[in-house]
Every structure is written in C-alpha cells, then in structure tokens.
C-alpha cells in the first residue's frame, strides 16, 4: 500500500440532513481511500492512502467559523486504518476538538482505537465499532484487510470499562449472506456491552455495484440471479426486502434489550 501527503484547502463537511443514524452536524476524514479492502465500500478502489498532511491546521481555522455540533470521523474512510499508526492524524485531530469543546462520534473498523483511549475519555465522544459478519469465511471474501470481528467486540468492551459512548454497527448487511448470523451479531453486541446496535442495507452503485457482483460470482454464484433480481433498476434492495430485515433486526434487538438506534 502507498501513503501519499496531499495538502487539503478544506476538511470540515457540514451534514445537510438530519442524520438519523449517527447523529453528526459535521464530518472530517483525515485519509482519502481505504487500506481495509472491504468490497462493498468504494473508498478501497484505490492502492494509494491520501494522507492529508495539513488537517489538523485547515482544521483549527475552519473550526472557529461552524457552530457547536457533533463531528463525524470516519465518515467515507476508516480514521484509524493503518496509516493512522504512522502519521496519528485522527488523534491530533481529537486533541484539536479537545481544545475547542466540540463532541465527536468516531465510526470505525480498528482496535487500534484503544490506542486513545485516555483521550476519548476526555472527550463529548461517542464509538461505534462496524461489523458485517463474524465468520471468517465470508470476511475474507469481502474485508480482507480488516481487523477480526474478536477483536473488534473486545474494542467495544474496552471502551464500554472506560465509560466511552460506544455501540455496534451492522453495516452493511450483506443480503442472503448474514440473515442466519443475524441474531448471533446482535447477541454479541449486547454481551460486549454495546450500547446500541445500528444497521443499514446495502447499497450498490456504479463501479461498486459491478466489483461486488463480480465476487458474488466467484464465491456465491447461486446468489446472483437473486441479486440481480432484489436490486433491479436500483442500488437500493426491494422495500420489501428492506423491511423483512428490518423487522428481523427489531426482533432480535427486543430479545436481546439493545436498542437499534443511538439513544444515549
């Protein structure tokens, strides 16, 4: 993998939407691309990591100019992917938002985020900890690069034994792939002491539509009749199918007395 420093005249994206799902007035992403190499997210096309060198700086400027609101990191691209180890830009800019009081949720696949931990302590701070399955089979199909789903819920209990805000997030749910591990993921959310457990469907565009069809094909190739079926004239799946999953996600959760949505 190579890192490349870029300079950035702008790092603060201000959210237009009400986000429902994570709760963010703003975003920052501190790397452009993802060394994790998940299959369903079009920020691993590329083999270079744009590090963007002067975040920290544009961000002490921009910062002055935005109201009070929660900031998103990590929003497109893991903030605490590998390169994170060498350059420590997602922690400079924690301690940035230290200094100004501005609360944060940071969304991420990494235990190394224990790394900061005493920081995030110190923080208006919230976690959570991305997952897709927790076998092994399926994520070395579609996150070869990621860190274990063990070790991404013993991060989740860490920060849980800090007091750090932290939740799950089942996103994306892979369809016809994770509907038996549903209810194995949201019990091993509720036993890490995760505070709430997110989901999201997926969603297939362009070029990414067409790389993970691609890996149906060589893996799961009795699936892609019925993909091509379920996101027909759409990179969103049928409704129906949509609210099947929803409904199986809000059984789950109600057993296992973990809300599905950031209540905290």
Known sequence: MEYKLIH??????????????????????????????????????????????????VLNKEIEHIKNGRIIIGSVHDPYQNAEKKYMLTKNILETLQQYNFPCHILTKSPLIL????????????????????????????????????????AVEKLRDHGITTGVALIPMLP??????????????????????????????????????????????????????????????????IQELNKMLDLYCNKYHIPDKITV
């Open 8 to 57: 950035c005249d702008s790092v603060v994206k201000k959210i237009t939407r009400k986000d429902a799902l994570f709760h963010g007035n703003y975003c920052v992403d501190p790397y452009q691309n993802c060394e994790f190499g998940c299959l369903y997210c079009d920020s691993s096309f590329e083999k270079i990591i744009y590090v963007k060198a002067n975040v920290v700086d």
């Open 115 to 154: 790394r900061d931990i005493d920081l995030l302590s110190s923080l208006q701070c919230m976690v959570t900890i991305s997952l897709t399955s927790l076998d092994d089979r399926v994520l070395r199909v579609f996150e070869p690069g990621a860190p274990s789903p063990h070790d991404r819920l013993k």
């Open 176 to 241: 016809y792939i994770i509907e038996s591990e549903i209810e194995g993921i949201v019990k091993a959310a509720q036993e890490s002491n995760a505070q709430y457990l997110l989901h999201k469907h997926l969603e297939l565009k362009g070029d990414q539509e067409i790389l993970f069809k691609d890996m149906i094909k060589i893996h799961y190739p009795h699936l892609l009749p019925k993909y091509d079926e379920l996101y027909k004239d759409d990179f969103n799946p049928r409704k129906q199918y």
